[in-house]
C-alpha cells in the first residue's frame, strides 16, 4: 500500500480508503451508505428536502447495516429548502446524534457554528474561493472542492484541475476533491494536487446499491463526457434555480420549451410510492419510478466517460483502489 493512499484525513473520517460516497438526494440512501462503508469508504447520505420519518429511517437501516458507533454524514443543502424543514431536519439529525454533516450551496454560517456546537463534525462543499473562506471563517472540519466537471448541482465555474490546488492552499483543514473523478488514476491526480480524499457521485449511482432507476444508470454507463450538459433547465421545486450538470435529453434540448401552462401542469411521471414529477422538477429517477424517465433530471459528471459498468459499489472503491495502485507503479517506475 502506497502511504499515499492513506492521507491523515482517513483518521478524521474514521474510514480505510480515501474515498466519500457524494451525498445525491434520493439517490445515496442506506443501502449505498452501508455498501461503501462496508468497502471502507465515508458513507453519506443525500437527504436534502427530505420529510423528518425518512432521515429517521435510514439513520435506522443504516446503523442496523453497519453499527451504532459507524461514522457517516448525512447531506443537506440549506439554501434549497424551506427553512422550516430545514430546521426539523437539523433536529432530527441532533436527536439521532449523527456524527457529520456535509453541507453544500450558500454557506451558513449559523447553522455551522450551531452543529459544531453541538459536537458534529462539518464538511462543505464549495465550488469557489469565496465560498471556501466563508466556510472556513464558519468552522467547517473538511472541504470538497467541487468542480465544474460535476455531476447534479454545480456551483462555480472553475475545473476540478484547477479550483483544487487553489482551495488547497488557502485552507487550513483537510480537503477532498469532487467533480470528473471516476478512476484510480483520477483520484491518484486529486492527491497528488493536494486532496486527502475524492467524493464521488457519479461512480456510485452506476451501482447495484443505488436507489437511482436502473434507466439512468445504464444512460451514464453508455455515456462519454461531452454527453452531459450544464443547464438552469431543471429548476422546478428547488428554491432557487441553480445550474444543474445533467445527460442530454428532450428537456435539454428545448423540445418543451413552448408547452403551456396546462401541459405543464401534467406530471409525466410518479415515484416514492405514487408522487408525481413534473417537467423540469430536479427530482432524477429513483428505483420504483414510473412514466417519461427520459424526460427527468438524469444527473451525471463528466466522469461517465470513465464508467463501464454496473457493479456493487463494494467492488467500485476495490476497482478504483486497485486502479490507484497500478497507477502509483506505473508513474514510480524509473528509466
Ligand atoms: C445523481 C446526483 C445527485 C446529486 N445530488 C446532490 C445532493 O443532493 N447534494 C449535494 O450536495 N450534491 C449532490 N450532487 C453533487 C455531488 O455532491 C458531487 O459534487 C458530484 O457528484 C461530483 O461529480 P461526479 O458526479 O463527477 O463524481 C449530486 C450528483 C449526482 C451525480
Known sequence: MYSVLQPPLLRQLRCECPI?????????????AAAVAAAGGFPVMGMVREPV???????A?????????????????????ERALLSQQVAACLRLKVPAMVLFWDVDTALIRQLRDEGVQVIHQVGSR???EQALRAGCDVLIAQGLEAGGHVRGGVSTLALLPEIVAMSDVPVAASGGIASGAGL????????????LGSAFVSTTEAFAHPHHRQRMVDAHAEDTVYTTVFA??????????????????????????????????????????????????????????DDMALYAGQSVGQIHDIVSAGERI????????ATLERLETKI
Open 53 to 59: 420519518a425518512l432521515i429517521e429511517k435510514e439513520v
Open 236 to 293: 422546478r421545486n428547488w428554491a432557487l434555480t441553480a445550474p444543474v450538470r445533467v445527460l442530454q435529453n428532450a428537456v435539454t434540448r428545448g423540445d418543451f420549451d413552448r408547452l403551456g401552462e396546462e401541459e405543464r401542469s401534467q406530471p409525466i411521471a410518479w415515484q416514492d410510492g405514487g408522487q408525481p414529477v413534473f417537467l423540469f422538477s430536479t427530482d432524477s429517477p429513483a428505483i420504483d419510478a414510473e412514466g417519461r424517465l
Open 61 to 81: 437501516a443504516l446503523r442496523a447495516a453497519t453499527r451504532d458507533d459507524l461514522h457517516f454524514a448525512i447531506n443537506l443543502i440549506p439554501a434549497s429548502c
Open 188 to 199: 491518484v491526480s486529486a492527491l497528488a494536487l493536494g486532496a486527502q480524499a475524492v467524493s
Open 20 to 32: 466519500m460516497l457524494a451525498g445525491m438526494g434520493g439517490v445515496a440512501r442506506s443501502r449505498l
Open 318 to 325: 476495490r476497482q478504483l483502489m486497485r486502479d490507484a495502485e
Open 130 to 132: 469565496r465560498d471556501a
